[in-house]
C-alpha cells in the first residue's frame, strides 16, 4: 500500500507549511512512520520519524528545532510541520512506513513539492 503525501507548495524563506501523509489502510498504530526528501541532484535523506507505540520523535540535524512529525490516529494521518523553512529545505518530501525498527522503510509514493524561494 502506498503513502500519499500532500501539503506541498511554494514559500518563502521563513515560512511554514505543513505536510499530511494518509494511507488507504489503518497503517499508522502498527508501523513506525517517518518523512524523507529529496533535493534535485541529491540522494534521499531522513528528516524525521515516530515510533508506533511511544510515539518517540527523532530528528535530523538540519531541521531539529523547525519540523515536528505528528499523528492523528483518528485520521490515519501523520503530520509534518515545516516552520522557518530555508532555501535549502527545498526538496520533494515523501513518507514512509516501517513495521518494526529493522526492517526497510516502504510504501513511497509520489511525494509532494516543497519550494522555498530565498
Known amino acids: 500500500v502506498q503513502l500519499q503525501a500532500s501539503g506541498g507548495g511554494l514559500v518563502q524563506a521563513g515560512g511554514s507549511l505543513r505536510l499530511s501523509c494518509t494511507s488507504s489502510?489503518?497503517?499508522?498504530?502498527?508501523?513506525?512512520m517517518a518523512w524523507f526528501r529529496q533535493a534535485p541532484g541529491k540522494e534521499r535523506e531522513f528528516v524525521a520519524r515516530?515510533?508506533?507505540?511511544?510515539?518517540?520523535?527523532l530528528y535530523a540535524d538540519s531541521v531539529k528545532g523547525r519540523f515536528t512529525i505528528s499523528r492523528d490516529i483518528a485520521k490515519n494521518t501523520v503530520y509534518l510541520q515545516m516552520n522557518s523553512l530555508q532555501p535549502e529545505d527545498t526538496a520533494v518530501y515523501f513518507c514512509?512506513?516501517?513495521?518494526?525498527?529493522?526492517?526497510?522503510?516502504?510504501?513511497w509514493g509520489q511525494g509532494t513539492l516543497v519550494t522555498v524561494s530565498s
Open positions: 514512509a512506513r516501517r513495521s518494526i525498527m529493522t526492517a526497510p522503510w516502504d510504501g
Open positions: 489502510e489503518r497503517t499508522l498504530y502498527t508501523n513506525h
Open positions: 515516530i515510533q508506533k507505540t511511544s510515539s518517540t520523535t
